[in-house]
């Protein structure tokens, strides 16, 4: 944010999108978790710190959260929300903001438990009719819905235990292990004034009842040598609550996954082609999110370096390929909920994003929805490791640096790593990759590129193709100008022959250095546009010819 932009909101109603603060030597951290928390829930906005609240406002300056690229990632640990900042250095002093994204669809956000709004000067919980309408934003939840004729004895026991004991070691809370199976039902959701949910029949049921209740609520293992139709080479079919089967569809995943073997020197690197994280997530989103009111089963295919998942229903509400890794909104909230409370999701409505990271942190190709439509929903993993040199750059980063990167700057750097267009929505990240030495940025205006940093090139013993990448330097590239128009001197040279002179410039680039030349009394130009002919100014042409002579 530039200083006019800041002025501009200073002028504004301070309401349902800006909140100020003076903050002049410190602020709580959690009043901030608080206030991001109030206004992700009202439509998201803009926390502004160092300026006063009432008005007219001035800015006072902000030294609290020294380090907010830090406190950023304490807000989205907290919230599971991509929270923002931007510092303004003010004549006035330092001001920090704070820009928070709205809710998930039909996920109010709350923290500690309570589901933040604000009212007036202060901040209250959100009021049942709100909570209601941003709930059924995202529509029905049919996994909350009473299963009918569900009896207790349609679920299975040790399913339930195994649920216990997640969430015992999610929690730390050992009085779990005391409750009886009804009220550890009722605790999550999945037993409801009597009757069981269609939660507790995905997550606990019996192979029997979930025949009679709910056939298709089904996973499919697959697996296939080749990518050839026919018959797979094995399969299996698990129509029995969730967990029931999950440590077991995992192991046999596991049974072929093959590991991937790279030295370093000294160093040999065991990199497994599934990653067990990556490969969970994926199917607990698929789980949580596929339409149990459709026909058709999830699908798991396993290739030897490839897996596909499939499940019955396009994207959820609101939620599409291109915004999947910024919002988030649950088809089957009650099945999510109890997911996270034992542990099993990572970071609640984060899977997608973690699949991504890992993806990149291990140096393999993104995850894509190829084959993805309407009805159902295709996620392709991949797990050949395309540059284990990549690795060896993570790795020196360290472990407590990448701890600090949010999903954005994965994809930066794997954007940057391939040599890919950077998504015009992640370009103001740059930014932050540049000032900590992970990328560098070279060129101007629209010529502007970025590549990984020097160490990057060092590291992987590729220094030549560093200085490739970066280019000449001005000098040098005026210098290359200058020779050819000084060889050209009696035809001249034309602004086509000049930028093949230099082919790793655009066109305007090339101009400017022409321009710098021109000011310089060394060139000057005959005719307009790309007609035009570029000449040794008299004083070069008379001292070339001194030196050659």
């Not at 339409?291 to 699908?299: E, H, I, T």
Request: charged share 25%; with cysteine.
């Amino acid at each position: 944010m530039t200083i006019e932009e800041l002025e501009k909101i200073m002028v504004a109603k301070e309401g349902e999108n800006l909140e100020f603060k003076e903050a002049k030597n410190s602020y709580s951290f959690e009043k901030l978790v608080e206030y991001c928390a109030a206004l992700a829930n009202e439509g998201g906005g803009k926390i502004v710190l160092g300026v006063t609240d009432k008005r007219p406002r001035i800015v006072v300056g902000s030294q609290a959260f020294t380090q907010p690229e830090r406190t950023r990632v304490g807000l989205i640990e907290q919230l599971h929300i991509n929270i923002d900042f931007s510092v303004v250095d003010h004549p006035n002093g330092r001001v920090l903001i704070f820009q928070v994204p709205p809710h998930p669809i039909g996920n109010p956000v709350k923290y500690k438990g309570v589901y933040w709004e604000r009212q007036a000067d202060s901040l209250v919980a959100m009021s049942n009719d709100k909570l209601r309408s941003i709930f059924s934003e995202s529509g029905h939840d049919f996994s909350g819905d009473i299963c009918p004729l569900a009896q207790m004895e349609d679920l299975d026991i040790a399913a339930i235990e195994n649920f216990r004991k997640l969430w015992i070691k999610k929690s730390g809370n050992q009085s779990l292990a005391s409750l009886t199976v009804e009220q550890l039902l009722n605790d999550v959701e999945a037993l409801v004034d009597g009757g069981l949910t269609y939660a507790a029949m995905v997550l606990f049921g019996t192979r029997k009842a979930i025949g009679r209740h709910l056939a298709q609520a089904e996973v499919v293992f697959e697996y296939r040598a080749t990518n050839t139709a026919g018959p797979a080479n094995e399969r299996n079919e698990f129509r029995q609550g969730f967990f029931s089967f999950y440590s077991e569809l995992w192991d046999l995943i596991n049974l072929r996954n093959d590991i991937q073997h790279f030295q370093s020197g000294l160093f040999v690197w065991d990199i497994p082609t599934f990653s067990e994280q990556v490969i969970r997530e994926g199917i607990l989103n698929a789980v949580s999110h596929r339409d149990y009111q459709l026909g058709g089963s999830v699908f798991i295919r396993q290739y030897p370096r490839r897996l596909v998942i499939e499940s019955p229903g396009g994207f959820p509400v609101g939620i599409t390929e291109q915004n999947i890794l910024d919002r988030q909104a649950p088809r089957n909230r009650r099945i999510a909920d109890i997911f996270s409370k034992c542990g099993l999701v990572e970071r609640s409505g984060q899977g997608m994003n973690l699949i991504f990271e890992l993806s990149i942190k291990e140096s393999k190709q993104l995850p894509d929805f190829t084959g993805t439509d309407q009805f159902q929903v295709f996620l392709n993993l991949f797990g050949e490791v395309q540059d284990y040199r990549f690795l060896q750059f993570l790795e020196k980063v360290g472990k407590e640096t990448l701890e600090l990167f949010s999903t954005e700057d994965f994809l930066l750097l794997d954007y940057i790593h391939r040599e890919s267009r950077v998504p015009d929505k992640l370009q103001n990240r740059l930014r932050v990759l540049v000032e900590k030495g992970f990328v560098e940025r070279f060129g101007r205006g629209r010529g502007v590129k970025y590549i990984l940093s020097r160490r990057y090139y060092k590291m992987i013993d590729k220094k030549g193709s560093y200085t490739r990448k970066r280019g000449l330097d001005r000098e040098t590239n005026k210098a290359l100008l200058m020779k050819h128009i000084n060889e050209n001197k009696n035809s001249g040279s034309r602004l086509k022959e000049l930028m093949q002179v230099l082919p790793n410039l655009t066109m305007p680039q090339v101009q400017t250095l022409l321009r710098e030349l021109k000011s310089g009394n060394k060139i000057h130009k005959t005719g307009r546009t790309r007609g035009a002919l570029w000449y040794p100014s008299p004083e070069m042409d008379s001292i070339t010819s001194r030196k050659k002579s």
